[in-house]
């Protein structure tokens, strides 16, 4: 599921501008799909990281208590904070640890993690902000677009 479609609550609204043009994109609106549906994700290259075997477990527990939840809002809080664990995680998996692996220097490592540490705190009060406004099924849309990456 792309950023565009998250952030609309797995829908795709027509009518939005492109970036680069300024034009209105064809896209169609749509209502939301199980990220299962669509495109062969098998099929797709793919990049992962990996993360604590504790935030696999906490994560797979609130996934399975959103989803049986009778109001997934009661559980946008938690949702959030397991959302910016995530990222927090890959972003290390995917920066920092390589970063470290090639040896930068004392200043460079430095200064990647201030400018990380800034990033991550602007883009958890995102978040924050997106997942603390969903509505039921677009939280569980993003439960399952959360399984999906942990195949």
């Known amino acids: 599921m792309n950023l565009q479609r998250w952030l609309h609550g797995g829908r795709i ?8 043009t300024g034009k209105a994109s064809t896209a169609k609106k ?17 990049l992962r990281f990996h993360y604590p075997k504790s935030l696999h ?6 996934l ?21 664990e995530l990222m927090i995680s890959g972003m290390n998996d995917y920066f920092m640890k390589p970063l470290k692996e090639a040896k930068a ?13 800034g990033a991550q705190k602007v883009l958890g009060s995102v978040l924050e902000s997106i ?15 959360i399984r999906q990456f942990m195949r």
């Open 64 to 84: 399975d208590t959103v989803e049986a939840s009778s109001d997934p809002t009661d559980h946008r809080d938690e949702l959030a904070e397991i959302v910016e």
């Open 105 to 117: 220097g004392f200043i460079i490592q430095q200064s990647a993690n201030l400018g990380m540490a």
């Open 131 to 145: 997942i603390g406004r969903m509505d039921g099924p677009q939280l569980l849309s993003i439960c399952g677009s």
């Open 30 to 46: 749509r209502s939301a799909k199980p990220p299962s549906e669509g495109v062969e994700d098998s099929s797709l290259p793919s």
């Open 57 to 62: 477990k906490r994560t797979l527990a609130l």
């Open 13 to 20: 609204l027509s009518g939005m501008t492109t970036p680069s």
